[in-house]
């Protein structure tokens, strides 16, 4: 009984560290999906794809592969790292966030956006390996590298010239998807519209944002001019994206797919943007800031739609 009951216990202390560590992974990973946001990183790589389908039939599907999967791991990089230099001001922003909810240490946060990088300067390697215009899609993910990294150490709370850095970043995935199939000219007009929704979307979230930015001493266009200046500065965007998504169909760029989808699209914001005068609180413009994420999708299709 004695030796019995030894070992049970020499058991069960040799197996609580084990059991710990498990636990500990299964908190982390799924802190890990949260902090890199694979929903925004599928919607990069998409639009990579989007734009090789655009720029050219049929479609070089390896290269354009290979971009994608540099835009996933681009985008989760500077999302975690963003968290990571965010975490005092997502203490009142976003406090369900990874780290400042605890779920994930801020080396960690670091280290995955590091990760992150790193794919997607190794996807890009071997997309510039095979020649042609893969060097200039290296080019573009060491630019996106370089510019995530400075907007969140430095023009995060610069008013405008931040947002207008991300929504360029953001946008350009479709001009990578052009350049994967040596044709960017064919997507120039797609990478304008993303551009103006992108930036729309951005002088939102700064107004979502408002209140930790303030706390923290970010100089957001938000923080700076006020909610107000901010939702009208939204609006303006909007109404100039719903006059240029016409300009494609008009000049026969792409056919009626796209104006089937885009009068969806222009629906979306007219209701949002000009139709409704939602008072400029954090509520108002979260749900802004959704439905601008639906239009991104539903943008990505319309421009598909134009060339079937």
Known sequence: MAGSSGQGSRS??????????TAGTARVGPAIVSLVRPLNGSIAAAAVL?????????????PAALGALAAFCAAAG?????????????????????????????????AVGIA????????????????GAGVHVFGLVVAWVVLT????????????????????????????????QGNTTAVILPFW??????LVREIVKDGEDLEGDRATGLRTF???????????????????????????????????GYLAVIVLVEGILAWRFV????????????????????????????FVAGVL
Request: proline residues 7%.
């Open 50 to 62: 989007v734009g090789a389908f655009v720029a050219q039939r049929p479609t070089a599907w390896v």
């Open 149 to 180: 990294v400075l907007y969140s150490v430095a023009l995060e709370g610069v008013a405008i010239v931040g947002n207008v850095v991300v929504a360029a970043v953001a946008s350009s995935p479709l001009l990578m998807g052009g350049m994967t």
């Open 116 to 131: 992150g990088y790193a794919a997607a300067l190794a996807f890009a390697a071997a997309l510039a390996w095979r020649g």
């Open 222 to 256: 938000a923080v700076a001019a006020g909610p107000h200046a901010s939702l009208a500065a939204a609006r303006l965007v909007a109404i100039l994206a719903m006059a240029l998504a016409i300009v494609p169909y008009a000049r026969g760029i792409f056919g009626p």
């Open 193 to 198: 519209l993303a551009f103006l929704i992108h």
């Open 275 to 302: 139709l409704s005068r939602p008072e400029p609180v954090r509520e108002s413009f979260a749900g802004l800031s959704r439905a601008l994420k639906v239009v991104m999708v539903l943008g990505l299709a319309a």
């Open 12 to 21: 069960a202390s040799e197996t609580a560290p084990a059991d710990a560590a």
């Open 78 to 110: 500077a999302n975690a790292l963003n968290d990571f230099f965010d975490r005092e001001t997502d203490r009142v922003n976003r406090p369900g966030r990874p780290v400042p909810a605890g779920r994930i240490a801020p080396s960690t946060a670091r």
